[in-house]
């Protein structure tokens, strides 16, 4: 899409299970304003707006060299002597650059708006999660991790239990309760001042307890991916009975598939992934590798060869 700087237009995102609303063009809302805006907006092309002149015909694009192709506007000595011949109701013909109109994604008002349109997305078996304890901003941070993982996994919308906020212990970002269905919990005491959090989370980072590429907002995907080895383990059947009655989950087959693949042990986790992961077992392997799979920018090859072997398993699920 032709744009320029500082400009307001941007595509909208389709989100699985959600219609953005019909809106109208730019001419359309602008034909309903009062002249007083109308001016504003046009300033010096308000009379040849008022003649009939198609906003089209007010705007050119041109090749900019650092900007490429760039929307600007005609101006008045372009259009055949506009300034004199809209007095005379003469309408100056010029080849026509068509107006795109601009379907806005709805801005959510309220933290219990995002929390609605999240529950639209994902489906949670409890409902709309209350977010009232988040700011708007976090809110909308936390939904959007859900919603990157359900379009990249559509099968997933429907699969989580709930979404909590909690005042947990205070060495706990977040977790992810089995036992209650998967039910994820974020920490109020993080999450209500994310500058501490994203603070204390980024000096982890230096010292490789945490995945490359992400940041603290990656505590929520690292959460949703316990929830995905638990689907993979339970409702694809790709968990191990023991012979004690234990399940082994998913994640330990995928842990040793990873390292076999990349002729790695154990003891390489921590330099390759992350000292949490390390410290933590199979499960937190699985969890640490999706955040950075899903989250880095630049994935390193554990996390790479983690995610291959996951959406293949994930091929499954519908």
């Known amino acids: 899409m032709d744009s320029h700087p ?45 003649s009939g002149t198609p906003l089209g015909d007010m705007v050119k694009i041109k090749q900019d060299k650092t900007w490429g192709p760039t929307v600007g506007v005609r101006p008045l000595k372009e259009m055949a002597g506009a300034g004199t011949s809209a007095a005379k109701g003469v309408v100056p013909v010029v080849p026509a650059v068509p107006v795109l109109p601009v379907i806005p994604v709805p801005i959510p008002a309220t933290v219990s708006d995002v929390a609605d349109q999240l529950h639209q997305v994902v489906n949670f078996n409890d409902g709309a999660p209350d977010l009232s304890k988040l700011s ?44 209650s269905g998967d039910n994820i919990r974020v920490n109020e005491l993080f999450f209500s001042d994310v500058n501490k959090f994203e603070s204390k989370y980024a000096k982890d980072l230096l010292i490789l307890y945490h995945p490359e590429g992400t940041d603290y907002k990656s505590v929520v995907t690292h959460e949703i991916g316990h929830r995905v080895d638990g689907v993979l383990t339970f409702v694809l059947q790709r968990g191990i009975i023991k012979n004690n009655g234990t399940i082994e989950h998913a994640s330990t087959e995928i842990r040793k598939l990873v390292l076999k693949k990349l002729k790695l042990t154990k003891n390489d986790i921590g330099s390759n992934l992350s000292g949490y992961a390390a410290a933590k077992g199979d499960r937190e392997f699985f969890a640490e590798a999706f955040a950075e799979y899903i989250d880095s920018d630049n994935p390193r090859p554990i996390a790479i060869e983690f995610g291959k072997i996951l959406d293949e398993f994930m091929k499954d699920l519908k």
């Open 136 to 179: 708007l901003r976090v809110a909308e941070e936390v939904a959007e991790k859900y919603k990157k993982v359900i379009a990249k996994y559509p099968g997933m919308a429907g699969k989580f239990e709930s979404l909590t906020v909690e005042k947990l212990s205070k060495n706990i970002y977040a977790d992810c309760l089995p036992i």
């Open 6 to 50: 500082q400009c307001r237009c941007f595509i909208t995102p389709l989100i699985p299970g959600f219609t953005p609303p019909a809106s109208a063009s730019g001419e359309t809302w602008l034909a309903k304003q009062d002249e007083q805006t109308q001016r504003n907006i046009l300033g010096g092309h308000y009379d040849l707006y008022k």
